[in-house]
């Protein structure tokens, strides 16, 4: 049982910054108030309607960004 424990205590710390940064990008590539809609259509007018970023053709540029980060 205590090693249960121990194997969590160490492996929490790995698993924490991989968390935070997916719930960062999901929450960055939301459609309705995610940041790279709100910069792209409501700040810089480039795009006609906030685009749906997880799914679709867009998701592809999604994999690639985050990737490349």
Known sequence: RGRGVLRAIFLV?????????????????QRDNGLINHVLHDQLGITDEPSFWLIGDNSIYTLIIVSVW
């Open 13 to 29: 710390p790995y698993a924490l910054p991989v968390y935070a940064a997916v719930i960062t990008w999901a929450f960055m590539f």
